[in-house]
């Protein structure tokens, strides 16, 4: 390589690394805000889903909103607690611990609260949640909310139930009914919805965990500025009933209502099932 050919390169390279701040400029400036999910779904079925309301959103507000899928749960959380994400759809524990770490704010949220039932079988000498401990105990593989919350009923570490992941809620019933558990957690609406009456038989439900969890919402950084917020909150709002909503809706399992108001305060201290997930255990 001659040194004038050298220079070329080395100012084509240092220009590229003077741009990419502003290409990189997130809400802050003008730049696109970036949004991002959980990756439930391989990235192209979570763009296939999850496109249409960006889109949307992005007419709505006047900015660019640009889609940006994990391809696996550790890129979504390393990123997410670098701060690369200015939107994300996800559940109240990540929503609480950016409001905390990251100074984001609500914007929505799905109706209802989430609850989550233990199921044991019939014939097992089990009274209530505290003789659990040391024992099996199945549910999805952390960070599941359900599973976390299940945790969260006992405080003292050194007494703790062995808690088995599994890959979902119906290999967690499996699990139970085969005997590999002594008990297993569930949302309610998988056992009430979803689990047909013959293959309830057996099992019953020893205890309903309900703390009056908000559930999965979107929350987005401080840096964009209020009025976009504002336009992007009543946008999602409107989504209520449309197709745009059905597909995001579908996507996580649900035949749910659009989106409602939400606050900041519904979803303050839910952090704390996360103290026992790598990377979000900080105060």
């Known amino acids: 390589m001659s040194s004038r050919t050298a220079v070329r390169v080395i100012s084509a390279l240092a220009l590229a690394a003077a741009l990419l701040p502003a290409a990189a400029q997130g809400a802050g400036g003008e730049g696109a805000i970036v949004f991002s999910t959980p990756p439930t779904q391989p990235p192209d079925v979570t763009r296939r889903n999850f496109q249409p309301l960006v889109d949307y959103l992005s007419r709505k507000s006047g900015r660019e909103i640009r889609l940006v899928p ?54 097992a000498r089990i009274g209530k949640v505290s003789d659990l401990v040391g024992k099996r105990v199945c549910g999805p593989a952390s960070p599941n909310l359900a599973t976390l919350s299940f945790a969260d009923e006992f405080s003292n570490p050194a007494r703790q139930p062995i808690v088995i992941p599994v890959k979902s809620f119906r290999h967690a019933l499996m699990c139970l009914k085969k005997g590999k558990s002594a008990a297993s957690v569930f949302r ?32 987005i950084t401080r840096e964009v500025d209020a009025e976009t917020r504002r336009k992007l909150r009543e946008a999602l709002i409107a989504t209520s009933d449309t197709e745009i909503a059905a597909k995001v809706l579908a996507s996580i399992g649900g035949a749910r209502r659009g989106f409602v108001p939400a606050t900041d305060a519904e979803y303050r201290g839910l952090e704390r099932l996360l103290r026992s997930v790598w990377g979000f255990h900080q105060d």
Do not use: C, Q
């Not at 979504?76 to 109240?92: I, S, T, V």
């Not at 979803?194 to 038989?201: F, T």
């Open 188 to 219: 309610d609406k998988f056992w009430d919805r979803k689990v047909p009456d013959d293959a309830k038989k057996g099992l019953r439900v020893l205890a309903v965990i309900d703390r009056n969890i908000p559930d999965r919402g979107f929350s």
């Open 70 to 123: 994990a391809r696996s749960f550790l890129e979504y959380a390393n990123k997410m607690r670098a701060g690369e994400y200015d939107m994300l759809f996800d559940g109240p524990h990540f929503i609480a611990w950016r409001l905390k770490h990251l100074d984001h704010t609500v914007l929505a949220k799905l109706p209802g609260k989430l609850r989550f039932y233990v199921v044991v079988r019939e014939d």
